[in-house]
T-cell receptor, first 114, second 114 residues
Framework: AQSVSQHNHHVILSEAASLELGCNYS??????LFWYVQYPGQHLQLLLK??????LVKGIKGFEAEFIKSKFSFNLRKPSVQWSDTAEYFC????????????FGSGTRLSIRP | EPEVTQTPSHQVTQMGQEVILRCVPI?????FYWYRQILGQKVEFLVS????????KSEIFDDQFSVERPDGSNFTLKIRSTKLEDSAMYFC????????????FGEGSRLTVL
């Protein structure tokens, strides 16, 4: 069955700490991978995406993610977090040839202490 | 920047009542989606819509749910007889091409069923 697992439900960090949020997926075939972010009271926004090519992708606001095919992983990283990064982060996947849906992970709530 | 808009932002209804949630997707997009997020839970796929018909739907999307694109701009989700467990945030999304997978989300409509 298609699924996305995010291992951390709630992560609390201090400003300037480094961040890594785990994401593993189960999906037959070629995939597209995404990280979406939901700031408090706002809608889901695309942070970054991987379709093909360089497995290290860079997104907005200094975030990056690395696709490791052998581990079925797409972890999100940021070297130095800011208070404004406080949000919910969702990993998501869809099939490259799929006509439709994206499947989301359960989300990781990130809280940054000022 | 083009965006997906949703109305109402919050609706409170009595159990058994019909509810219609409205969405205006980005104008040149062809693929439309509804997702929902029950408080504290993951974002769940409900239905996708392309070329004036449903292309895929989840188990959640039972006979109580329907979608429509009545006038070429709006995309609506109807719940015929609401249940308590339908209380959730409902997100509309659209995309221009299905196989890139990037969805643009609205800010959501919070439905509270009493």
């Amino acid at each position: 069955a298609q699924s996305v697992s995010q291992h951390n439900h709630h992560v609390i960090l201090s400003e300037a700490a480094s961040l890594e949020l785990g994401c593993n997926y189960s999906y037959g075939g070629t995939v597209n991978l995404f990280w979406y972010v939901q700031y408090p009271g706002q809608h889901l926004q695309l942070l970054l995406k991987y379709f093909s090519g360089d497995p290290l992708v860079k997104g907005i606001k200094g975030f990056e993610a690395e696709f490791i095919k052998s581990k079925f992983s797409f972890n999100l990283r940021k070297p130095s977090v800011q208070w404004s990064d406080t949000a919910e982060y969702f990993c998501a996947v869809n099939g490259y040839s799929s006509a439709s849906k994206i499947i989301f992970g359960s989300g990781t709530r990130l809280s940054i202490r000022p | 920047e083009p965006e997906v808009t949703q109305t109402p932002s919050h609706q409170v209804t009595q159990m058994g009542q019909e509810v219609i949630l409205r969405c205006v997707p980005i104008s040149n997009h062809l693929y439309f989606y509804w997702y929902r997020q029950i408080l504290g839970q993951k974002v769940e796929f409900l239905v996708s819509f392309y070329n004036n018909e449903i292309s895929e739907k989840s188990e959640i999307f039972d006979d109580q749910f329907s979608v429509e694109r009545p006038d070429g701009s709006n995309f609506t989700l109807k719940i015929r007889s609401t249940k308590l467990e339908d209380s959730a945030m409902y997100f509309c999304a659209s995309s221009s091409r299905s196989n890139t997978g990037e969805l643009f989300f609205g800010e959501g409509s919070r439905l509270t069923v009493l």
